[in-house]
Structure formats: C-alpha cells, structure tokens
C-alpha cells in the first residue's frame, strides 16, 4: 500500500507582458455560476509546448461533466472518479442509485465515456469520518500523531498513517468513526520563483511574500455576489487574516490580503482560501509555463476548471520550481497534518511524477495546478498543498541541505480548486476560440 504513504506531506511554501486588467465578459449560463469567461488583455493564442502538455489526461468533455456532477449534482452522492487511459473512460463512484446517475451522465453527453459504480460513503461523508479522525491537529490521546489520512474512492475503508517516529506501548486510540481502519506507519510532515521581473506580472504561478514568508500566486477568482476581484490560493501561506501580501519580492507591489480560512468564523478544512485587494484588479487568468524564471517562461490562458481524476495527470507550476508534468493522481479527499505548523487539512489530492523528477517544493505553494488540454492550453485542478519525502534535490531554483533550507519532491500534494466554487468564487477562464 505504498501509494497511500503519499499522503505524508510537507508544506511548500514567461514571455514578460506589462501588467493587465480583465473585462468579464457576458454572465455564464446559469448552471455554470463558478466559471466566469473574461476577456484576455494578453495574447492567448499560443499552444502549449509538447513538453508542459503531459499526457494521459482525462478528455476535456468527460473532465468538465465529472466537474458539474461534484459542484452541481450533490445528491448523486459523488465519491470521485477513476480515470482508466486503456480503455479511454472513466469510472465515477456515487452513492446514489445507478439509472439516477446515468440519466444526468446522458444529459451531460458523457454516458459512453462514465461508467457508474455504487459508493459506500460519498465524497462529504467521506470528509466527515477525515475530520473526526484529525480533530484539530492529528494529536491522539494515546501519544500517537496522525500525519495522514486516505480513505478508498469508494468510501469504504480509511488508511490512518501514524507518525512513524511516535511508538509508544500504550494502545492506538483512535476518535470512535463508524468505518474499517487500516493503521500503518509513516514519516511525519514537516513544512515546505518564477523569480519575479523588475516589473511584476500579474499572472498565476509567479512570486508571493509577505515580508517573512513566500509562496507562488495561486489562480483569478472572482466573488460573485460583490463582483469583487479575489485570488484563490493556498491557505497555509497566510499566517494572519488581513496581513498585506506583495507582488515580487520587496514591498513596492501592493498585491492583497490574506482572508483566513473560507468558512464561517474563519475556519478552514481544505488548503485553499482567497487573497482580496486593490492589486488583484490587474491580476489576470493567465499562468506562467515555463522554467522558473520570467524570461524562460511564456504565459498562457485558463480555458476553465475540471475535477481531480484518480489515474489522470496533471502539472504543477510553481514560482521556483518552474513547471513540471506528468504527475499522476493517485489519491483524492485525502486528509493530511502538516507537524510543524501544525495543521490539518482535507480534501487533499496526491500525485506521483511518473519519473520521479522533482515536481515542487519550497515556495511552490499555492501556485497553479493545471490539467493539459492541447490544443486549448490549461485547465484549473487546484493550488500546490505540499511535498512529502522532500530532499534538497530540486528543479529550479537549487535545493539546500540545511534542514530548514529548499526542499523538493516527486510526491506532491495539492488543494482542488472545486473547493472555492462552494464559497461564492467563479473562477475568471478565457474561452478558446478555434
């Protein structure tokens, strides 16, 4: 059961183009509220170079219906979804009765390319037994830490990886969760450009800070009730609500200010959150792909969101590591404690670069994770989370081998994009034109 050992994680935290300002074109179809198509101020009509286009994605109309199914149809019960590149489809998990789910597949177009299979728990109840087992922080009353939890795609068994490094005698004694548990050991967690121009540019993937601290610019959201400008990014970055982030390095480029957690009171669940300020205006649906420098790098439009597809790739583009694909997803809803925050969090989607080449690392986090769809370019999948099994081994900017220094990894963690779509964000995407 290696593969669920993936889930141990660790923290991390273009052509150059003038700064630019989106115009939201007319409003979505009604279904579609968290997609909202703009007006790009930049050229989009590049193509994705053969090496940041990875491969065995999930076809974009089979993407996009099991995106609608988990953001519009919750009581199908969805679980997630398993992406099979032999046969060409894919198979989705739902609690609900099979006629029921294959009647909205066919409504979707997408009957041919789905197969339907009966889940034990759904995708939110599956969160539900995650989050009693965490509590607040993995800490159990037997002396164990909890570094990571994974439950199947079904919903029928849950996988607790235990810090490997905490054996005491007494007993595990885990919070009391109606499921079958499966405990094994791990390595603890432990927390982890496109080095910015003297003009910044305002795109996803590009350096953060906030004085201290450093993280990568996550993806152009916007609040639908307010029209307000915001940016989803990911939440172990802030370390105080409202605290000013800047553009680039330095303090001249006001950029916006780190919201707290998405839920009411400020809590948080998932490592993804919102970023809102005057500098966000400028900031536009476009992502840095390329090496982890500006002038390596060539900026290219979102075309719109999918849902995380066990068995599907993705890339990471990260403002130090630069961009890498071919990273497998082996894992979804997955929770994770990050030790030296500390923090847990759900909904954490796990990946595995098919070889073995660092994908992200430090100060990656919260840049964009995106699914190649040639020949109409990215695809919004979520923000980078963290690493685990991190060395000073890195792409990009070098590693370090002070403890405290850069490190990277083959194993990435990432927070879904799906995630914000249910607190009032719509993601801002260039439609493609043929």
């Known amino acids: 059961m290696g593969w669920v050992l993936a889930t141990v994680g660790v923290l991390i935290g273009g052509a150059a183009a003038p700064a630019v300002a ?74 609900a009765d099979a006629h029921r789910v294959e009647t909205i597949l066919a ?4 009957s041919e390319s789905i197969e339907v299979r009966h889940a034990t728990r759904s995708a939110a109840q599956k969160a539900q037994i995650v989050r009693d087992l965490l509590g607040s922080d993995g800490a159990l009353e037997s002396g164990h830490q909890i570094v990571s939890v994974a439950p199947s795609t079904d919903g029928s068994t849950f996988t607790v990886i235990l810090d490997e490094n905490i054996r005491t005698r007494s007993a595990v004694q885990l919070p009391d969760v109606d499921a079958d548990i499966v405990i094994e050991y791990g390595p603890p967690a432990e927390p982890v450009t496109r080095n910015h121009a003297p003009t910044p540019q305002r795109f996803s993937g590009a350096y953060m800070s906030q004085g201290r601290f450093s993280c990568s610019s996550g993806f152009r959201v916007t609040e639908i009730t307010t029209s307000t400008p915001a940016m989803a990014s990911a939440h172990h970055c802030g370390q105080s609500t409202f605290e000013q982030w800047y553009y680039g390095t ?32 400028d900031f536009a649906p476009g992502i840095f792909i390329g090496d982890n420098t500006v002038a390596g790098s060539g900026v290219f439009a979102i075309r719109g969101a999918v849902s995380s597809t066990v068995g599907t790739n993705v890339c990471y583009s990260g403002s130090r590591s630069g961009t890498v694909c071919g990273n497998t997803i082996t894992g979804t809803g997955q929770g994770v404690c990050y030790l030296d925050v500390p923090v847990c969090y759900e909904n954490i989607v796990v990946t595995q670069q098919i070889s073995g080449v660092p994908a992200a690392g430090n100060g990656d986090s919260g840049g964009p994770v995106y699914q190649p769809v040639p020949p109409q370019g990215p695809y919004a999948a979520g923000v980078i989370s963290g690493i685990r099994n991190g060395t000073a081994t890195c792409t990009g900017d070098p590693g370090s081998t002070d403890p405290k220094g850069r490190k990277c990894s083959s194993t990435v963690l990432y927070a879904p994009i799906t995630e914000i779509f249910s607190h009032g964000f719509g993601l801002n995407y260039v439609p493609y034109t043929p």
């Open 22 to 95: 989106t115009t939201d074109l007319p409003a979505p179809q009604p279904d579609a509220p968290y997609l909202i198509p703009t007006e790009a101020t930049f050229d989009d009509s590049s193509t994705l170079p053969s090496e940041y286009s990875g491969s065995s994605t999930v076809p974009v109309d089979v993407a996009q219906a099991l995106l609608q199914i988990e953001v519009e149809h919750p009581e199908l019960g969805p679980a997630g979804s398993v992406w099979d590149p032999q046969s060409g489809k894919a198979a989705l998990y739902a609690t």
């Open 107 to 110: 409504e979707l177009g997408v």
């Open 250 to 281: 330095g303090t001249s480029h006001l950029f916006g200010q780190f919201q707290g957690g998405l839920y009411p009171g400020g809590a948080y669940y998932g490592d993804i959150t919102s970023w809102k300020g005057a500098g966000l205006a």
